[in-house]
Structure formats: structure tokens, C-alpha cells
């Protein structure tokens, strides 16, 4: 019996204990257990108004209409059980001290909305707002000259669904920016004057960044042919590889950054109008083939290396897999504002260490690597670079699979040289505006 009574007198006391927490108990509301997510409604809600019904101009609207609008669609867009609260602020910074000001407010609440409610924020700018981009020149206090290739009388190979001249075009809009002189090489007459360092090609020749345009032919002045009075700069014992080993020889003694957009770089010659008679193997007139030769010559001149028509060993490699990006070459793309097309691929892919390395036979320092280094047979090939000489000149090397994408062209020469963007904008005092949404609902605390 004694037993019994203590047993009932626990049961008392437990339940006395759970009533008197009961008592004190805070249970959540069945809104915040079941009901709507309101911060991500007034997310979406704001995001949808701005692309359908163009928030941001109302924001900057003193026309009621406009406002009694805006709350009519949000009214008929919320949920019947939602109230809100759309206010926007006038930013304005005055000393760099930043201040709110209420410019208007809507609302089918008719008092405060509660602890429960919840907000989204947008910035809006008024788009009276310009903004500027003023590059630095490359160069500095001795600006360089950029020089393109767009010569009428020359063809061009692996630029599939391009033409030199349009590339030449491309490169202007993209890079004239950069330099405080830009000249367009029309003819291989004006180009001989580039190369004799004759003033009437305009420009300063000396440190100057050449862009041959017309992928793996590069145009050849009439005089530097076969029977031309510079023969003797252009063509040796059947083979224009000379031409390339006085381009390498130009290239050191200028100090210029000779630039190869797509393939093999110097692989034919072209002048349309004194090679008229030759092609190319693929019937394209006009061009005249040089081989690997022509590279392998380039390399000797800028290297200060005497001229040798039997060194023609194919060097490149063929990458048969999408390139990486290096981490350098995206964080220059987003400071660019250059953006080449992803994963691309490499068909002639330049030697950076091994028997054939450019560097090490040619005494040249990778400087702009574009993509991430590739292995084959234990050698390591660089897909697109540029590749300065300690004795004056550079080659930048972009050999990329067809179709060429000068974006790629343009991002290393910006990575070699890094000039600097400064940017700056105008009109912009009392032109942005902070549109904030509160939701709350309704039967709860």
C-alpha cells in the first residue's frame, strides 16, 4: 500500500512540473513552422519587377500613376494573406560620408508589420549614369607603336571563316585603345617600308608590336622575291625561308613583339600579285610554301644564329584535348573585359623544355602563357604564349586549332604588356537608389 502512494505521488509531481512549463513555454507560430519563406518571396518579387515591369525607373519616377501602378501589380502578384512594405532610398555621398533619404514609400499595411516580417534589398542606378574606360598606353613615356598586318595584295591560311583583313579590322577595335599610334600595313609595299625602317610608314619602328593577321602565311614584299632587288633578304637556294630569318634578324634589331594568331607560325609566304603563279598544296594562289623552316629561321634571327635552309625539323605537337586557362590568364580576362571561347584546342603547340625547347635553343623566357602547359612523350608544350629574347624582340605564339579567335591574341599581348585600366564615371551624384521589400503575414505576431 505504502508502495502505491509513492508511486501516484511522482506522477503528481511530474505532472505538476510539465504544467508549470507550459506555463513559460515560447512555441514558434505555425507561420515560421509551415508558412511562406518570405525573404526568398521578397527576392524573387523583387527580381521579377525590375525585369517586368522596369522597377528601376519607377524608383527614379515622381509620376503617381507610375507608383499607383507598382502597387496595384504588387497587390495582385503577392498572396492575399502577404502585406508589404516597398520603400526606396536616395543614396547620397557627400565628403565620402553616405546618407539615406526616404523618397517614397508603399503599402497595404496599415501599421508596422511585425517582428515576424522579413526584407530584400536591391541597388538600382539611374541609367542617366556613364561610365568610362580610359586605358593606359603601353609603353608609358615611350609609347609603342602597334602595327597590323592588313595588306590587300596577300592571302591567308587557317583563318577559316576569316579573311587577314578582317582579322587586321578586329584587331584595331580590340587593341588600337592600347597605343598611341596605330598603323595599318595595306600593301607589302608599306610593309617593305617596315621593314627598311623607312618613315613613310608613319609611326615610331622601333619597340613596335607587328600582328601578321593572315594565320600561317605572312605577306612578303615584291622586292624580297625571287628575281626582287632584295632578293637576297627574301630568297636563298629555292626556299623563302630566308624571308623568315630576316623577319627573326628585324625582330631583335627592333625590338618588336612579332605576333603569330593561329597555327604554324611562318609557314608560307604570300604576295598575290608576284607569287600569282604558286599555291599553297590546297589551291589557295598566291602563296608559296616554306615549311617548318620558316619558324625554325624566325627563331635563329631574333637568337642572333646564322641562316640555315636545311634546318627544317617540325617541331610543334599536336594537343588533341581541351586546354585549360591558366589562373593569370582569367584574372587578366575579367580585368580586360576579354572573354576568348572556352576549352579550346592546339594543333601546333610550341616546345618548352626537351631536345626541340624554344627556350632553351634560342635563349627565350615564356612571359604570357595563356593555357596550361601540356605533356607529350616528356616533353612540355606551351599551346600559346609569348616568348621574349633577353637580347631585344619577342614572338607571341598562339598556336591554336582553326578557327582563330583574336580575343585569345589580343588577352596575351594585354598579359605581356599589362597596361593599366582606369575607370571613372561621370553624373554619378544622386543616381542610385535602395528599393527595399518587407513582407509580413497576416494572422500572426
Same mark, same amino acid.
Given at each position: 500500500?505504502? !508502495?502505491?502512494?509513492?508511486?501516484?505521488?511522482? /506522477?503528481?509531481?511530474?505532472?505538476?512540473?510539465?504544467? /508549470?512549463?507550459?506555463?513559460?513555454?515560447?512555441?514558434?507560430?505555425? !507561420?515560421?513552422?509551415?508558412?511562406?519563406?518570405?525573404?526568398?518571396?521578397?527576392?524573387?518579387?523583387?527580381?521579377?519587377?525590375?525585369?517586368?515591369?522596369?522597377?528601376? !525607373?519607377?524608383?527614379?519616377?515622381?509620376?503617381? #500613376?507610375? =507608383?499607383?501602378?507598382?502597387?496595384?501589380?504588387?497587390?495582385?502578384?503577392?498572396?492575399?494573406?502577404?502585406?508589404?512594405?516597398?520603400?526606396?532610398?536616395?543614396?547620397?555621398?557627400?565628403?565620402?560620408?553616405?546618407?539615406?533619404?526616404?523618397?517614397?514609400?508603399? *503599402?497595404?499595411?496599415?501599421?508596422?508589420?511585425?517582428?515576424?516580417?522579413?526584407?530584400?534589398?536591391?541597388? %538600382?542606378?539611374?541609367?542617366? %549614369?556613364?561610365?568610362?574606360?580610359?586605358?593606359?598606353?603601353?609603353?608609358?613615356?615611350?609609347?609603342?607603336?602597334?602595327?597590323?598586318?592588313?595588306?590587300?595584295?596577300?592571302?591567308?591560311? =587557317? /583563318?577559316?571563316?576569316?579573311?587577314?583583313?578582317?582579322?587586321?579590322?578586329?584587331?584595331?577595335?580590340?587593341?588600337?585603345?592600347?597605343?598611341?599610334?596605330?598603323?595599318?600595313?595595306?600593301?607589302?609595299?608599306?610593309?617593305?617600308?617596315?621593314?627598311?625602317?623607312?618613315?613613310?610608314?608613319?609611326?615610331?619602328?622601333?619597340?613596335?608590336?607587328?600582328?601578321?593577321?593572315?594565320?600561317?602565311?605572312?605577306? /612578303?614584299?615584291?622586292?624580297?622575291?625571287?628575281?626582287?632587288?632584295?632578293?637576297?633578304?627574301?630568297?636563298?637556294?629555292?626556299?623563302?625561308?630566308?624571308?623568315?630569318?630576316?623577319?627573326?634578324?628585324?625582330? !631583335? &634589331?627592333?625590338?618588336?613583339? =612579332?605576333?603569330?594568331?593561329?597555327?604554324?607560325?611562318?609557314?608560307?609566304?604570300?604576295?598575290?600579285?608576284?607569287?600569282?603563279?604558286?599555291?599553297?598544296?590546297?589551291?589557295?594562289?598566291?602563296?608559296?610554301?616554306?615549311?617548318?623552316?620558316?619558324?625554325?629561321?624566325?627563331?635563329?634571327?631574333?637568337?642572333?644564329?646564322?641562316?640555315?635552309?636545311? #634546318?627544317?625539323? =617540325?617541331?610543334?605537337?599536336?594537343?588533341?584535348?581541351?586546354?585549360?586557362?591558366? *589562373?593569370?590568364?582569367?584574372?587578366?580576362?575579367?580585368?580586360?573585359?576579354?572573354?576568348?571561347?572556352?576549352?579550346?584546342?592546339?594543333?601546333?603547340?610550341?616546345?618548352?623544355?626537351?631536345?626541340?625547347?624554344?627556350?632553351?635553343?634560342?635563349?627565350?623566357?615564356?612571359?604570357?602563357?595563356?593555357?596550361?602547359?601540356?605533356?607529350?612523350?616528356?616533353?612540355?608544350?606551351?599551346?600559346?604564349?609569348?616568348?621574349?629574347?633577353?637580347?631585344?624582340?619577342?614572338?607571341?605564339?598562339?598556336?591554336?586549332?582553326?578557327?582563330?579567335?583574336?580575343?585569345?591574341?589580343?588577352?596575351?599581348?594585354?598579359?605581356?604588356?599589362?597596361?593599366?585600366?582606369?575607370?571613372?564615371?561621370?553624373?554619378? *551624384?544622386?543616381?542610385?537608389?535602395?528599393?527595399? &521589400?518587407?513582407?509580413?503575414?497576416?494572422?500572426?505576431?
Amino acid at each position: 500500500m505504502m !508502495r502505491t502512494v509513492e508511486v501516484l505521488f511522482v /506522477i503528481i509531481i511530474i505532472l505538476g512540473a510539465f504544467m /508549470i512549463a507550459s506555463q513559460f513555454a515560447v512555441l514558434p507560430s505555425p !507561420r515560421q513552422i509551415f508558412g511562406t519563406n518570405l525573404r526568398e518571396l521578397a527576392v524573387s518579387t523583387l527580381q521579377t519587377f525590375d525585369a517586368r515591369y522596369n522597377l528601376r !525607373r519607377i524608383a527614379f519616377s515622381d509620376d503617381p #500613376d507610375a =507608383w499607383g501602378d507598382l502597387q496595384k501589380a504588387l497587390s495582385a502578384a503577392l498572396p492575399p494573406n502577404i502585406v508589404y512594405n516597398l520603400t526606396v532610398f536616395n543614396i547620397i555621398t557627400t565628403g565620402g560620408v553616405v546618407t539615406y533619404h526616404m523618397e517614397n514609400s508603399i *503599402s497595404n499595411a496599415e501599421g508596422d508589420l511585425g517582428v515576424d516580417s522579413e526584407a530584400a534589398s536591391c541597388l %538600382v542606378t539611374s541609367s542617366e %549614369v556613364t561610365f568610362g574606360i580610359t586605358p593606359e598606353k603601353i609603353g608609358g613615356e615611350k609609347p609603342r607603336t602597334l602595327y597590323i598586318l592588313n595588306c590587300e595584295d596577300a592571302n591567308g591560311w =587557317w /583563318i577559316t571563316g576569316y579573311t587577314g583583313q578582317t582579322l587586321a579590322s578586329d584587331c584595331y577595335n580590340l587593341l588600337s585603345p592600347y597605343f598611341e599610334t596605330t598603323v595599318l600595313v595595306n600593301t607589302t609595299e608599306q610593309l617593305e617600308f617596315l621593314l627598311e625602317n623607312s618613315t613613310q610608314i608613319g609611326g615610331t619602328i622601333q619597340n613596335a608590336v607587328v600582328i601578321n593577321t593572315f594565320g600561317e602565311a605572312v605577306p /612578303i614584299p615584291s622586292n624580297y622575291c625571287e628575281g626582287g632587288s632584295e632578293q637576297s633578304k627574301g630568297y636563298e637556294g629555292g626556299t623563302y625561308a630566308k624571308y623568315c630569318h630576316t623577319l627573326g634578324v628585324r625582330t !631583335r &634589331l627592333c625590338n618588336w613583339t =612579332w605576333v603569330s594568331i593561329v597555327g604554324y607560325p611562318l609557314y608560307y609566304v604570300t604576295n598575290t600579285e608576284t607569287l600569282k603563279n604558286y599555291h599553297n598544296g590546297y589551291r589557295i594562289y598566291g602563296m608559296r610554301s616554306v615549311g617548318a623552316a620558316g619558324l625554325n629561321n624566325f627563331l635563329r634571327g631574333i637568337d642572333n644564329q646564322p641562316y640555315s635552309s636545311s #634546318d627544317n625539323q =617540325w617541331i610543334t605537337e599536336d594537343i588533341r584535348e581541351q586546354l585549360e586557362f591558366t *589562373s593569370e590568364a582569367r584574372d587578366f580576362s575579367n580585368y580586360y573585359g576579354i572573354y576568348p571561347a572556352p576549352s579550346p584546342m592546339a594543333s601546333r603547340a610550341l616546345p618548352v623544355t626537351g631536345p626541340s625547347s624554344i627556350e632553351g635553343n634560342y635563349d627565350l623566357a615564356r612571359r604570357a602563357t595563356m593555357f596550361k602547359l601540356k605533356t607529350v612523350s616528356g616533353s612540355q608544350y606551351s599551346p600559346a604564349a609569348t616568348f621574349s629574347h633577353n637580347g631585344g624582340g619577342a614572338l607571341t605564339a598562339i598556336g591554336l586549332t582553326r578557327i582563330p579567335d583574336i580575343r585569345i591574341t589580343v588577352l596575351d599581348l594585354l598579359m605581356y604588356y599589362r597596361p593599366q585600366i582606369y575607370r571613372s564615371e561621370f553624373g554619378a *551624384s544622386d543616381t542610385s537608389r535602395l528599393i527595399t &521589400l518587407q513582407l509580413s503575414q497576416q494572422g500572426g505576431t
